[in-house]
């Protein structure tokens, strides 16, 4: 059984920053993309960052210029680090990553999800 772990989430004051980290547990092959969504109080779930396998990444325009999702291949974890934050941030954040555990078959994986609250 996979598992996404998650750290990182708190309370700031907006103009703060803080990172996130999701590290993967169990057996895989390896995985494909990995990502970060969000979801606020009576909102849907969205997305907020992706990095591919080749590091190739993309943002919701909401977040470009302040937020950069990276990835440590060698230890299975996808970090992202949140720059310049904003109240209309406050969410749960919620790893996603795309786990391959055979050559023929892969499987979404979430994490538990850490609060991130951006205070005025």
């Known amino acids: 059984q996979v598992q996404l772990v998650e750290s990182g989430g708190g309370l700031v004051q907006a103009g703060g920053s803080l990172r996130l980290s999701c590290a993967a547990s169990?057996?895989?092959?390896?995985?494909?993309?990995m990502g970060w969504y969000r979801q606020a109080p009576g909102k849907q779930r969205e997305l907020v960052a992706r990095?591919?396998?080749?590091?190739?990444?993309n943002y919701a325009d909401s977040v470009k210029g302040r937020f950069t999702i990276s990835r440590d291949n060698a230890k299975n974890t996808v970090y992202l680090q949140m720059n310049s934050l904003k109240p209309e941030d406050t969410a749960v954040y919620y790893c996603?990553?795309?786990?391959?555990?055979?050559?023929?078959?892969?499987?979404?994986?979430w994490g538990q999800g850490t609060q991130v609250t951006v205070s005025s």
């Open positions: 996603n990553a795309n786990i391959k555990i055979s050559m023929l078959y892969a499987y979404e994986r």
């Open positions: 990095v591919t396998s080749d590091d190739s990444t």
């Open positions: 169990g057996r895989f092959v390896s995985i494909n993309n």
